[in-house]
């Protein structure tokens, strides 16, 4: 076996396919929360992720990691995450065992999560997991010896799509630091803003966030955002933040995560950004989604250059293209 990990730590063996992968900081490494990265991992997961936005619009793909397999288990629905991925590793020369729906698998007979991972792991270089419990890649990361990608673990983290948002701000308006940024939603369930607080508050930022009380953010991340210093403000309705505002980071009442379908019932349709909203916000400010919207942006709000959702979504590939060959030791 080319890579051994004990105790989360990697151990390279002597008898590496390549020859420069041991010198690669991401190689081998599992990819679980926003909490690994510093500022300066995330400049350079930029440098790569941008490297690969221009050569896939020079020749589109390449052979970089050619012979590698990437597995995709997804036991929660997926459109973006599960189809970048493997957009991802395609463009890069590799290729994907798709589990996108595991009641096909043998988790319908009962198989366990690290039983799962143990199997796939026989077969593929990485593994790209999406989970309804929180912890769950943290728990497939322990038990498996290939590097483990978190993509979504219930309402915990969502880090590739933070540090996609990220990139996506960086490449939107060339800085984060001195930015506001104003959250809108389900920040409560909603596990990208959790995770994008987090990253944000690497930098010189001011957070805002816009939610019914009954889906604020928690306590918890606002005393964890606190503790770094950095300014937040909490708001149940946007007109205050707007005008300040140069990212509104717009998300989806979560349906699907309330136990009380008529606490749902009482915040869905809570917000929704129309033309006549952005008339309020800078002309150099950018709206962004995680996406799937479910009526939160109004259709008509497309065409205005300030929304970048589904550029947001493309910028995806590059970090997903950047993450993969790191952990597979090629950047
Ligand atoms: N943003 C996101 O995670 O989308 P999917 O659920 O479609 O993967």
Not at 33 to 51: G, W
Not at 153 to 159: M, R, V
Not at 300 to 309: H, L, M, W
Request: proline share 7%.
């Amino acid at each position: 076996m080319p890579l051994t990990k004990t105790n989360g730590t990697i151990t390279p063996s002597p008898h590496l396919p390549f020859g420069d992968q041991q010198t690669a900081p991401w190689y081998g490494k599992d990819i679980l929360s926003v909490s690994q990265f510093s500022r300066s991992d995330l400049t350079y997961i930029f440098e790569v992720a941008h490297e690969m936005r221009e050569m896939v619009a020079r020749i589109g793909a390449f052979d970089l990691l050619k012979g590698k397999i990437l597995a995709n288990l997804f036991y929660e629905p997926s459109t973006r995450t599960s189809s970048s991925f493997t957009a991802a590793m395609e463009r890069l020369g590799g290729s994907v065992i798709p589990i996108n729906e595991v009641r096909y698998s043998s988790v319908s007979k009962g198989e366990s999560l690290p039983d799962t991972v143990r199997t796939l792991e026989c077969y593929a270089d990485v593994i790209v997991l999406r989970h309804p419990e929180v912890g769950a890649s943290a728990l497939a990361a322990k038990y498996a010896r290939k590097p483990i990608i978190n993509a979504g673990d219930g309402i915990g983290e969502h880090p590739t799509q933070a540090l996609l948002d990220l990139f996506t701000i960086f490449e939107e308006l060339g800085t984060v630091d001195g930015l506001t940024v104003t959250m809108l939603g389900d920040l409560k369930y909603g596990r990208t803003v959790h995770s994008l607080a987090r990253l944000l508050s690497l930098y010189d930022v001011k957070i805002n966030y816009v939610a019914p009380p009954i889906v604020a953010m928690p306590r918890e991340i606002i005393a964890e955002i606190d503790r770094k210093g950095i300014p937040q403000a909490e708001f149940t309705t946007l007109d205050r933040p707007l005008p300040e505002t140069d990212v509104l980071y717009v998300t989806r009442i979560q349906k699907e995560r309330f136990s009380d379908p008529d606490e749902y019932e009482s915040v869905k349709g809570s917000y929704v950004i129309t033309p006549a909203t952005l008339q309020a916000a800078k002309q150099d400010m950018i709206v962004m989604h995680p996406l799937p919207r479910v009526g939160e942006i109004s259709m008509d709000v497309d065409d205005d250059p300030r929304a970048a959702y589904f550029r947001q979504m493309e910028y995806g590939l590059f970090v997903r293209m950047a993450l993969l060959a790191m952990v597979l030791g090629k950047a």
